[in-house]
């Protein structure tokens, strides 16, 4: 995947841009009865701003007003009752896209990240950049994006691993930006985050400024550089021999851990009894094709690879792991 396609995929929250309010007397949440629409009227002789639906229900949610409301009052009502309680908030960020407000959120601190600025840092950074993944959170107007480099190390003969990094991040900063060390095995094309480079960036300076940018680039040459550690854990990994009658136990504990449900989680077992897992490096492969190949909700493949990283790790590994309780 080259940068035009990551910039396709992100599009649905590329364009959503952030506007901060500072609430104001003639600040309203306004209808339009000719045109049978509610709009917000910013105050301070700034133009009307339709809303869309998506917009009121964020509105409802950031006011606290009562789920089903909107459905339940008269639009009179409705707007009354938004303004006012919108009114007690006295600053706050409206989040617009193609003119609409489409929700309101906390003010914004932070200046919004240019995407495609983004996108040529991370390329400056890994050697033959190649995009592996982009997962779009709409709801948290969020994304990751999964990306490997040239180099690549053998756990074992005939299975490769190249190195990378994964990128959270929001345009608008809903989320705080975080990058983590990152690989793809290349016999599966399993991609799996580690916790051998996890960063999260300190808003000391703005959120699209000349600091995140010098981050970005040295975080995601550190992750890109983890691969030699990561190689010498999973090889260790192999050496964890599971006996026949601990198999079931731990890998539901890691089914559990990762939050894979339903069909998914059917999926794993199968796979589990077809390709019998002998060791713990055979566990986080299994967990791995479900959240590279079952998986599609954002939220829910980043749970399954951060479950993945911890059990990988010594210290989470012995708090998740049911053999380890025990003592072997």
Known sequence: MDRVQVLERLEPIADVQLRNIIHQPNTTVALVPSERRIAFRPGGGARMLDMSLEGMQGLASFIGLQEGMIEKLQSKTLVAV???????RRQYSLIIKAGVVIGFNKPARHNPINVERMLR?????????????????EA???????IVGTHSEPVVQGDLIRA???????????????VQAYVLRLMCTNGVTTNDVLRKFDYGGNGGGENFTRWL??????????????????????EE???????????????????????????????AL???????????????????????????VMRARQAVANFTERTEHQRICPVCHRGG
């Open 140 to 146: 948290r107007y969020s994304a990751s994006i999964e």
């Open 241 to 271: 021999e599971l006996r026949p009658e601990d198999r079931a136990m731990v890998l539901e504990t890691m089914i559990r851990e990762a939050g894979i449900t339903k069909d998914a989680a059917q999926a794993v077992r199968n796979l």
């Open 217 to 238: 680039r040295q975080s995601i040459r550190d992750s890109y550089r983890a691969v030699g550690g990561i190689v010498t854990r999973w090889r260790q990994m192999i």
């Open 164 to 178: 990378g990094a994964m990128v959270a991040f929001s345009p608008i900063n809903t989320i705080v930006p975080e």
């Open 121 to 137: 840092t991370i390329e400056s950074a890994v050697p033959g950049a190649e995009y592996t993944r982009v997962l779009v959170d």
């Open 82 to 88: 938004m303004s006012e309680l919108l009114a007690e």
């Open 274 to 300: 077809r390709e019998p897992p002998n060791n713990t490096y055979d566990i986080i492969n299994l967990i791995s094709w479900a959240s590279s190949h079952l998986l599609e909700s954002p939220r829910q």
